[in-house]
């Protein structure tokens, strides 16, 4: 049998986001303050997209996104693009944590105002220019649709609108539904949905706090697990599925810690997707044993390199953890990659762009010498 693998998600891969390039930063900036038009900074983009195409290309990865350039946030402009979410101020803050410290954010979230509905396709169009000048494999990444959910609960949720929240998960999976057989008809045969809330939920003090809104935290991964599932139900046959789980990145700095037992087995069980991506970078997510429950036939992305530093990581000890993890779960069934993207907001990680792409390249380096 072959170690190489010809589909995705392949032996080296990665999560998707990129550090910005400044001059696109400024540029945006510059359309905030109605100095450029909404077409002349789409130009920029697709320059700075065209270029991260090629570098992701030239390092030897198999897969190639558009580093996530046109977006502020990696999941509100997804999230918002939809009818009846809006974001609104809690008046709370999440203790985001980092090497050197705590650092505050106040936390805003996602409000359901009546019924939702997708007016047009939101990701669509980034997808085709993606796919247009990539010679790799093209991959969308999309916010989970749990994130409406989690931080708020049934008080999120306008009751005149959903009396009864089955209904408000149905559209949920409909609105997502839509969106994929979008991206499915665009060309799109790699899709990943970024999940942070089935890692929260092996976090004990955020499982406490979905108890105070009145959730139940064991209940909750088999809820969101059914949304996902209604999501992805009509994607084609050919269409790779992945989940992306990670602890919060906020210019690296996380929110949640713990292992992934209490979620794993409807993690890698119940949820009809092909691949998972798991933060591994750190104590924080715990030892490899919940990799027990992945079944046969699907792969785990280990997210061994750390995109919340510059510091190299070497490659004896990331192949020592490839071998741990293969304890768990059959060598062939596993593959690498960074444990987060690079930016999940534009402003990015602490790292610069030639830090990227070492850990970029390491992990492709490790990959093939592995895998072969």
Same mark, same amino acid.
């Given at each position: 049998m072959s170690m190489h693998r010809d589909k995705a998600p392949f032996r080296a891969d990665?999560?998707?986001?990129?550090?910005?390039?400044?001059?696109?930063?400024?540029?945006?900036?510059?359309f905030r303050k109605?100095?450029?038009?909404?077409?002349?900074?789409?130009?920029?983009e697709d320059a700075a997209i065209r270029?991260?195409?090629?570098?992701?290309?030239?390092?030897?990865?198999?897969?190639?996104?558009?580093?996530?350039?046109?977006?502020?946030?990696?999941?509100?402009?997804?999230?918002?693009?939809?009818?009846? *979410?809006?974001?609104? #101020?809690?008046?709370? +803050?999440?203790?985001?944590? @980092?090497?050197?410290?705590? %650092?505050?954010? =106040?936390?805003?979230?996602?409000?359901?105002?009546?019924?939702?509905?997708?007016?047009?396709?939101?990701? *669509?169009?980034?997808? #085709?220019?993606?796919? +247009?000048?990539?010679?790799? @494999?093209?991959?969308?990444? %999309?916010?989970? =649709?749990s994130i409406l959910h989690f931080r708020a609960g049934r008080g999120g949720v306008d009751s005149k609108a959903y009396p009864d929240m089955q209904e408000f998960y149905a559209d949920l999976s409909r609105v997502y539904a839509e969106e994929i057989a979008d991206l499915a008809a665009a060309g799109c045969r790699y899709l990943q949905i970024d999940e942070t809330n089935f890692a929260y939920l092996c976090d004990p003090a955020m499982r406490k706090?979905?108890?105070?809104?009145?959730?139940?935290?064991?209940?909750?991964?088999?809820?969101?697990a059914k949304i996902i599932n209604d999501a992805v139900a009509s994607a084609p046959a050919d269409m790779?599925?992945?989940?992306?789980?990670?602890?919060g990145n906020f210019e690296g700095a996380w929110v949640a810690e713990g292992g992934y037992e209490p979620v794993a087995d409807v993690l890698f069980n119940q949820i009809n997707v092909d691949a998972y991506f798991l933060e591994y970078d750190s104590e924080r997510a715990g030892d490899f044993r919940?990799?027990?429950?992945?079944?046969?036939?699907?792969?785990?992305?280990?997210?061994?390199v750390t995109t919340k530093s510059g510091k190299l990581e070497s490659k004896?000890?990331?192949?020592?953890?490839?071998?741990?993890?293969?304890?768990?779960?059959?060598?062939?069934?596993?593959?690498?990659?960074?444990?987060?993207?690079?930016a999940s907001g534009e402003?990015?990680?602490?790292?610069?762009?030639?830090?990227?792409?070492?850990?970029?390249?390491?992990?492709?380096?490790?990959?093939?010498?592995?895998?072969?």
């Open positions: 990665h999560v998707g986001s990129l550090l910005r390039p400044p001059a696109l930063l400024a540029q945006r900036e510059r109605g100095e450029i038009t909404a077409q002349e900074l789409r130009t920029l270029e991260v195409v090629k570098l992701q290309e030239d390092i030897g990865l198999q897969s190639v996104t558009d580093g996530e350039f046109r977006r502020t946030l990696w999941h509100a402009d997804f999230l918002l693009s939809f009818d009846n *979410v809006v974001s609104v #101020k809690t008046g709370a +803050s999440a203790t985001f944590r @980092t090497a050197e410290g705590d %650092i505050e954010r =106040p936390l805003s979230a996602f409000h359901i105002a009546g019924k939702v509905s997708r007016p047009k396709p939101i990701f *669509v169009e980034h997808f #085709k220019f993606v796919k +247009s000048v990539a010679r790799q @494999t093209p991959k969308q990444t %999309i916010p989970s =649709p706090e979905a108890q105070n809104i009145g959730e139940d935290p064991d209940a909750l991964p088999r809820t969101y790779v599925k992945a989940i992306h789980l990670c602890r919940p990799l027990r429950h992945v079944p046969k036939g699907k792969t785990v992305v280990l997210g061994l004896d000890d990331l192949k020592r953890r490839i071998d741990e993890a293969a304890k768990h779960c059959p060598i062939e069934q596993l593959a690498l990659s960074p444990q987060c993207g690079f402003r990015g990680n602490k790292l610069s762009v030639e830090e990227e792409v070492r850990k970029l390249q390491l992990v492709v380096d490790v990959a093939r010498e592995v895998w072969g």
